[in-house]
Structures are given as C-alpha cells and as structure tokens.
DNA sequence: CGGACAATTGATTATGCTCAATACTGGTGG
DNA sequence: CCACCAGTATTGAGCATAATCAATTGTCCG
C-alpha cells in the first residue's frame, strides 16, 4: 500500500463544533445542507468522492454488497455523526438515507483538523469493536450489542425509537431477518426488553444486556 | 461521543517515508526500534496509548477478548503497515508479536500529518472491508479473502508464507481451527490452492479466487 | 529421538438459514 | 371512518453450515 500524495485521497475539512479552528481564524470549510428523503441514495460505491457528511437529523446506512446481493452494512450513522471518507478519492461503499435526513456536506479542502482525525477514529473503532460482535457473538449477543449500542447513541432512557427495518438490523448483525426477529422475542420472553411496537424497544435490564455482551 | 480536546486522544507523528515533513523542515519525530518475540505482548487493553508502531519485520496481532476467552483478531500487521492509534488515550486491543518482530515505536506529538490520517484511513477500510467477510461470507469464502489479502499485502507472485497459525487465522476469519483447516484442504481438492506445507500456500487459480469474495 | 505443539480428519450436534404461512401496521381511497 | 392493500414483522418446520468433541497424523525443537 503506497502512501503517495494524500492530498489527493481523502476530504479534509473543518467539522462541527470546531472551536480550536474557529478561534484560530483558520478558513472555515464551505457547507451546506442538503435533504434526502427515505431510502434515497446519497453516494454509491466508485463514484467519486469530494464531500463528507454530517448528520443533523435523521439517519444513514452505509454498506457493501456481493455480486449475488449480500448486503452488509458496515455502519449506521446518526445525528452528530460523520461519514464519508474515502481513500483514493472513491468511494467504497455505498451510503443511503433510511429515514428523511438532513445532512450537512462539506466540501473538500485540504486542511488537516483533530475534529476530522477524530471522526475517523470514531468511524474506525467503531467497525473495530463491531468485527468482534460478527466474528464472535451469537445472535442474541448481537442484539444485545446493537441495543445498548443504540441506546448509548440516541441516549433516551432506556428506550430507543428504532429508524431501521429488521431487514437493515441483520444486514448490520451478520444474520437475517427470522433470527433478528426470533432473537428479541426471545429477550423479550425472558424479560430482558420489551417491544412496545416493532420499532420502539426498551430495556428492562439494561445490566443483564451488558453481561451478554463482554 | 464528545468531541473535546483530542490532543490527549491520540498518538500524532510523523511517520516513515514523510517526505512533505522532511523538506518542509518540520520536526521529526522521536523514534526508536524495539524488538519482540514471538508471541511476546506490546500493549494490553486498557493501557495507556503513548505511541503508534511501524512493523519494520515480522508480523503481529490486534485483538479483543470477550470474557469467557472468545477472541477476535481484527487485524494482523505486516511490516511496513502502522497500527496503535487509540481514543481516550487508552489502548482498546491487544497487541502481540506473532514472530520475532522489529517496530519502529514513535513518541507521542501533537503533530498532524497526512501520513498519520492516511495509516489511520488505511487501518479504517481494512476493518471495514473485514466486517463484509464476517458478517455474509462462508467459510471458503473468507478463507479466499484472506489468502488474496495476504497475497497482495506480502506481494511474492502467488505464493504466501503465513506467519500465523490456523488458530489465528480462525480467529481473524471468526471460525474454528478446524473448519480453517477443513477449508483449505477443500480449496486444495478442488485446484484452487496448493499446500506446499501448512504455512507455505500458492494460489494456483487467484481468478478463480477471485471470483469467490465478489 | 522424543515430546509438545500444530494441523488434519472424522462423527455428531447445534445454531442459524431457508422456505412457508400467518399476523400486524400504516397509509390510501371509497 | 373504515376497509383494503402492500410492506413489515413474527412464527413454524426442516435443513445446512459450521461448531464441538474426539482421534490421528505431522512437524519443529531441544
């Protein structure tokens, strides 16, 4: 892998709450906002990348597919979080609105910030700690991890409004639809969750889910 | 997630080849070789981040534990490649030589360079490429990953030399040593691979491989 | 040469997948 | 307002892939 000119790889700009550079009187990026309505794509993979994203409402799926149309998704991204970085100045995966979504796009310059270091170590050990929920966890475990996930995210209680389908949340597991399906009924028998509706879910016992998942 | 000040965050250096530091005039950084056997470790997690590591030779294994000893390895460094960025100043994985192995550990600085976000971009994609292979691949199917991951990354025509062992190796792909081995001898039976011994493995067919992982 | 570790192979089991049927939900139009 | 419809979710039955348990074989060092 060579590392020739990045400049050309990866878009480097300010992100939110940039204070350091704001103070600093560096330049600030251009932004912009823009909308995307349910399910519409917002970059695919090979296309060229300029812009990172980031979420101010709504939410986003980024994922791979194999040539037979396995899906995985590699992420879902939420509001206040950042997506988009590409090497090569392509983009490797495909990105797409799950609900209606606002995004702030931000075009490429080449400034070096610690706020975009950060995002993608975020991004970074974010798909790290979730190559352990895929490679090691049973189903169950998985789901564990994706609720406490989320709850951790959205941070409401311990109850979480859910914008993805069953269908997303085993493409992110590694599993399918019937097992997520059977995997929260089955937390929910044992008293551990509860499925107010199929998208809103609580935890009854938030520690119980943690000790499944480490 | 909070985004504060990320100067305590993470191991800023420049790292090798950085040409664009070297004639700007830039500091260098301060580094030094150490030297580790096999299997002898190089941080823990939990512990606290100061440096980032280039493999000058030999190999090595990042990995997270769950409590009950399940491991995942979500990645295996060869020389060349850089690893130990981390968030909070604190290492999140486990760090092990595999073979007698010679890094390059650099201090930690609070200087931004492209080469550092590269490695880290670098470090990103692969992990996220990984999550494909876990969360929709079968079991031949990662074993073809990961052979032409190796492949391209050690770069001797088609023939790789692992440094790890089956028990490694399952733990990257998220299976067992036995289905790993299993696995191989199928590639091999059907004309794929070929053995030359357990950790000596030409590519007789890389298309054909190819055509398994898309 | 021997001993420990590593790898392979076999038999059986189990987790999650596939195929299939049914229930639920939300939006639309009569 | 309610009935209908399409998309979404749940549940069931049988199957398949990979895990587990177990026995051999192979290999690298001392």
Known sequence: MSIHSSREFVALVPIGHNDAVARSGMPRAISQTARYAKDQHIFDQGERAGKIFRVQSGSVRLYHLLADGRRQISAFCLPG???????????ELYAEA????????????????????????????????????????????????????????????????????RNDIADYLGLTVETVSRGLSRLQK???????????????????LVGMVE
């Open 81 to 91: 979080e950042v997506f988009g970085f590409a090497q090569q100045g392509t983009h």
């Open 98 to 165: 799950i609900e209606d979504t606002a995004l702030e796009a931000q075009s490429l310059q080449e400034t070096l910030t610690e706020e975009n270091l950060h995002a993608v170590l975020a991004n970074f050990f974010s798909a790290q700690t979730h190559l352990l929920v895929l490679g090691r966890q049973l189903a169950c475990e998985r789901l564990a991890s994706f609720l406490l996930d989320m709850n951790r995210r959205l941070g409401a209680g311990n109850r979480v409004k859910l914008a993805m389908s």
């Open 190 to 208: 044992d008293g551990l969750i509860r499925l107010h509706d199929a998208r809103s879910i609580e935890m009854m016992k938030p520690h119980a």
